[in-house]
């Protein structure tokens, strides 16, 4: 499956938030265009939730999200890819506050490390889009690895 890239470095710097918005809204937010996993499970993607996606921490101690990230931004196009992915990894989500892999999260991990998590509601005929990232390093992309298999 080709991975397709955008190219926010090559955008207006004055309206490249803008404009990226708008390829969020219209690529992931719209209701009438649902984005679908390969295994049948629509997931709902909000305009507010690309803040928390495409904005990296100054901080990590603060959790600030203050930088726009270009890298993460270039790869927006992937989140669809990569729930559409029949390759992709399905894993089981860490719950950070319970310290434990839990199976109302799910992880599709594919690319090299890029990952992206999603809710399923109980009957997982539905889910709501959580985050995306690709690692930067090797550890974490193992520990994802060799989680637990996601129970549908």
């Not at 080709?2 to 309206?15: G, I, N, R, V």
């Not at 969020?24 to 993607?45: A, L, N, Q």
Request: glycine residues 4%; hydrophobic residues 35%.
């Amino acid at each position: 499956m080709a991975y397709k890239k955008l190219k926010p470095h090559k955008m207006d710097e004055a309206t490249r938030e803008i404009q990226l918005r708008q390829i969020w809204k219209e690529e992931y937010c719209d209701k009438t265009k649902p984005v679908t996993t390969h295994d049948g499970i629509v997931v709902s993607f909000y305009e507010d939730m690309f803040d928390h996606c495409f904005f990296e921490s100054f901080n990590k101690r603060e959790a600030d999200k203050s930088i726009l990230s270009l890298n993460r931004l270039e790869k927006m196009m992937w989140i669809k890819d990569t729930l559409e992915d029949v390759t992709a990894l399905m894993k089981q989500g860490w719950d950070k506050g319970k310290k434990r892999y839990v199976n109302n999260k799910r992880v599709n991990f594919v690319k090299d490390g890029y990952i992206v998590v999603i809710s399923p509601n109980g009957a997982r005929t539905k889910a709501r889009f959580i985050t995306a990232y690709e690692f930067q390093d090797d550890e974490n992309k193992e520990k994802v690895k060799n989680s637990p298999d996601w129970i549908r």
